[in-house]
């Protein structure tokens, strides 16, 4: 109980909700209350714009409620003894008729699992043969990333690829969702690296991909697994069902990462690494500059404490950034979706290499803080416990920030902006 009034987690009916929103042109129909549908259409909405001003007049009290995304049946006391197809049937029939949409998705909310309604079938007898899918049990119980693969493998399913020819030097990007806090610049950012190579992405999987792309997925000579945790069943699943091989990747975090990242998948596509290498290392020595003014100064980044949360195998990419390249000591590591534990033994292995074994046993909100790189729940439960740091955020929820500029923690730029907002964090 204790863990859960700490750390706010995202669970797997949200993996699958934002994977769903993460395709363009879908409508991602919930059957359920409607408490169950304004943080997930808020958050998506915030992510992707998909209008240019907001009204909430646009959206009929019905269904939407106001919101633009992910309407709702609001199903009652009534609907869980009954049944709620009524209500479906006219929710999906008002989508039909007055929704531009390219796919129709419907997912149960955890109640509305155990009424029973065939959704599938009665979206069906609505929606005749458009791509329809169907996510009946949501998985309440288990996590955001999860939740985030039953869907786009259900995407991927419904969709049914054929199997094309490979495109040389194309490649997809899976792991990459709606409710990472950069996904706009992660996706600019290993667009950009990898082009610099003669690479091309052909579909980043459920991260504002349209239903074309996924049709054409096998196109592409390789999937590349940027974060493991979110998408590797998934890349799995399009091996053995297209033949498409793929790669697990550190995230690449930090100038060393990104230059693996990058050498790796030119290996694999017989392509020269050597251009995006060149630029990581101009930032890697622009970088420079900026950190040895300041450690002759006031002596930091190094030795400053910084505490991470994250995924495994984040974990292991930003705590290898701090502390090999900025020469910084861990405090603590806040792990997101425990559960999913592909890169635990390496981040295990890591910090105990680094002997910061205590590391792994110190409690985030027990910690002396100096900077701490996480969700604005996160932070702010920590300064609600009278906690004095700098808090950085690196995922969702966040704490209102509009980036008008996008922005990433991943590749080139993200290890340039990472020094940015480590040396300003500890001059605060």
Not at 69 to 74: E, M
Not at 78 to 98: M, P
Not at 111 to 126: F, H, M, N, P, W
Request: net charge negative; charged share 20%; with cysteine.
């Amino acid at each position: 109980m204790n863990s859960y009034l700490k750390s706010i987690t995202p669970d797997g009916l949200s993996g699958i909700i934002f994977a769903l929103e993460g395709i363009a042109g879908s409508v991602v129909l919930l059957n359920g209350p409607t408490g169950c549908k304004f943080y997930h259409s808020a958050t998506s909405d915030n992510q992707i714009l998909r209008q240019l001003e907001f009204d909430p007049l646009n959206y009929p009290i019905n269904w939407y409620f106001g919101q633009p995304r992910v309407p709702c049946t609001y199903l009652d006391s009534g609907d869980y003894i009954y049944g709620g197809k009524d209500k479906l049937v006219e929710a999906l029939e008002y989508i039909r008729d007055n929704v531009a949409h390219s796919i129709v998705a419907i997912v149960n909310s955890p109640g509305a699992a155990l009424i029973g309604d065939d959704l599938l079938g009665i979206a069906r007898s609505v929606l005749g043969d458009e791509t329809i899918i169907a996510i009946e049990t949501p998985g309440f119980s288990s996590d955001i990333c999860a939740g985030f693969e039953t869907a786009a493998i259900a995407l991927i399913d419904a969709i049914d690829p054929p199997k094309l020819a490979p495109t040389a030097r194309t490649v997809n990007l899976l792991g990459i969702s709606i409710f990472q806090k950069y996904v706009l610049g992660d996706l600019a950012e290993l667009r950009r690296l990898l082009g610099l190579c003669g690479i091309t992405v052909n579909c980043a999987l459920c991260a504002d991909s349209s239903p074309e792309a996924v049709r054409n997925i096998s196109s592409a000579e390789l999937n590349v697994v940027v974060r493991p945790e979110y998408a590797r069943e998934t890349a799995e699943h399009l091996k053995q069902r297209l033949g498409t091989p793929y790669y697990v990747a550190e995230p690449p975090i930090g100038f060393a990462a990104t230059e693996k990242f990058v050498r790796d998948i030119c290996d694999m596509l017989g392509c020269d690494a050597a251009p995006a290498i060149e630029v990581s290392e101009r930032a890697r020595a622009g970088a420079y500059t900026y950190i040895s003014r300041v450690n002759s100064l006031v002596g930091l980044p190094k030795g400053a404490r910084v505490s991470v949360e994250g995924t495994y195998s984040e974990q292991l990419a930003y705590f290898k950034f701090f502390v090999q390249y900025l020469g910084m000591l861990p405090e603590a590591a806040l792990t997101f979706c425990p559960r999913v534990d592909y890169a635990k033994l390496q981040f295990e292995e890591f910090m105990r290499g680094h002997g910061l074994a205590d590391v792994l046993e110190r409690d985030i909100f027990e910690a002396q803080n100096e900077l701490v790189f996480a969700s604005g729940a996160t932070i702010s439960q920590l300064r609600n416990a009278g906690q004095h740091f700098v808090g950085v955020e690196n995922a969702l929820p966040g704490l209102g920030y509009i980036d008008v500029i996008p922005k990433t923690h991943l590749g080139v730029a993200g290890a340039s902006l990472l020094v940015e907002q480590v040396l300003n964090g500890l001059l605060l």
